[in-house]
């Protein structure tokens, strides 16, 4: 698997298609009315959860439609050091002041579920594993994206070191805030997936994820969890905190 061989089509393209669905859907949750979507779903909803459940259902025929179309072959584009966006925009549910601030001395990475090495880890442990860095662009759902430069582990190695089952379909996050996401297996392995360790910004700045966040260039900005605390591999779907709310779970190529 080569991580330098540079894809031919401009790495926007495949967001796009996707971007529009989702903002379709945000569009439809907003201004359909429960009774139009009775009509579309051909059954009576009487409140805002039928309406919730009708949008779930749309969402996981994307998934579907979206994994089938899935190649793991694809690589997201790279970038040069000067392209990169200066400084790279923070988001998160919350505003930047009530990012959490994790003692990276202390701090160790728990591993659950279908895992044969579940030890914790520290952060000199996954130090000592081999590392790539990265330039790729990170795309946010609420309009905005940017280049940024992440280092760290390729994920499929990390994956290796633990044992993890790779049969098993989804690799969860929790973060030391209250979010949560997950991804498919194959993009658990994809060759561009990275457990980072170096982060955009100003050396000693935490906000983007410190001391440990997995970047996922062929997924959305919401699935590329910061603050991870813990990582488990499972058979059942997570789903994640903006997925919770009616983002598509797939969300990317
Ligand atoms: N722990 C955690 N991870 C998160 C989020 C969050 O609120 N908490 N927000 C997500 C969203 S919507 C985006 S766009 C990116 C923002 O990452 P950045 O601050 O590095 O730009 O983080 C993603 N991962
Ligand atoms: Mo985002």
């Not at 994206?145 to 994920?155: H, M």
């Not at 997950?182 to 050396?203: C, E, N, R, W, Y």
Request: hydrophobic share 35%; with cysteine; charged share 25%.
């Amino acid at each position: 698997m080569s991580i330098e061989k540079k894809p031919t089509a401009p790495s926007l393209e495949p967001f796009k298609k996707k971007l529009e669905v989702i903002q379709r859907r945000s569009f439809l949750k907003k201004s359909l009315s429960i009774g139009a979507l009775s009509l579309l779903s051909g059954c009576t909803l009487k409140d805002e959860d039928a309406v919730d459940k009708i949008l779930w259902a749309m969402s996981q025929w994307n998934d579907r439609v979206q994994s089938f179309l899935f190649s793991p072959d694809k690589l997201a584009k790279t970038y040069t050091e000067a392209e990169i966006t200066n400084p790279f925009p923070f988001n998160a549910y919350y505003e930047e002041i009530f990012a959490p601030i994790v003692d990276g001395e202390n701090y160790r990475l728990a591993l659950s579920g279908k895992i044969e090495d579940k030890k914790s880890r520290s952060l000199e442990d996954l130090r000592l594993l081999p590392q790539i860095s990265q330039i790729t662009r990170h795309v946010c759902v609420e309009g905005w994206s940017a280049v940024g430069k992440w280092g760290g582990v390729p994920f499929h190695l990390f994956l290796q070191y633990i044992g993890a089952d790779i049969t098993a379909k989804y690799v969860g996050f929790q973060c030391a805030d209250k979010y949560w996401t997950s991804i498919d297996m194959q993009t658990a392995l994809h060759p561009q997936t990275l457990l980072v360790l170096d982060f955009p910004g100003k050396s000693g700045e935490t906000k983007y994820g410190f001391p440990l966040k997995v970047r996922i260039p062929t997924k959305l900005g919401f699935k590329n969890p910061k603050f991870v605390t813990e990582i488990f591999v499972t058979n059942d779907n997570p789903g994640g905190y903006w997925e919770k709310q009616g983002y598509n779970w797939f969300s990317g190529s």
